[in-house]
């Protein structure tokens, strides 16, 4: 059974930084592809960056780029998440998700993720 449990949200100021954990289970990171997804309050889930394992591939949306960066530990089976420059409207809920294969250019697409987990609360104050 796939588990994957996020860690590492809180609350910090703008221009504060924090590094998000996605540490899964069930499966080995061999050949897959994690994204990392956010939801803010009224607004729908949307993706953020994607890494492929088997290449190290990375993606990310236009507005986090140069201040997020996604790395990951294949030996321990985790996915990293470091965000800088934190700005309020960063603040959301963030889930990492997992699907097989690599990320692609459709990485931000929720539907070809079966397996997420529960998510992680990151709120930046002006």
């Known amino acids: 059974e796939v588990q994957l449990v996020e860690s590492g949200g809180g609350l910090v100021q703008a221009g504060g930084s924090l590094r998000l954990s996605c540490a899964a289970s069930?499966?080995?990171?061999?050949?897959?592809?994690i994204g990392w997804f956010r939801q803010a309050p009224g607004k729908e889930r949307e993706g953020v960056s994607c890494i492929s394992s088997s290449d190290g591939r990375t993606y990310y949306r236009d507005s986090v780029k140069g201040r997020f960066t996604i790395s990951s530990d294949n030996a321990k089976n985790t996915v990293y998440l470091q965000l800088n420059s934190l700005k309020p409207e960063d603040t959301a809920v963030y889930y990492c998700a997992a699907r097989g294969g690599r990320c692609g250019d459709y990485y931000y697409i929720e539907l070809v993720y079966p397996d997420w987990g529960l998510g992680t609360q990151v709120t930046v104050s002006s």
């Open positions: 069930g499966f080995t990171f061999d050949d897959y592809a």
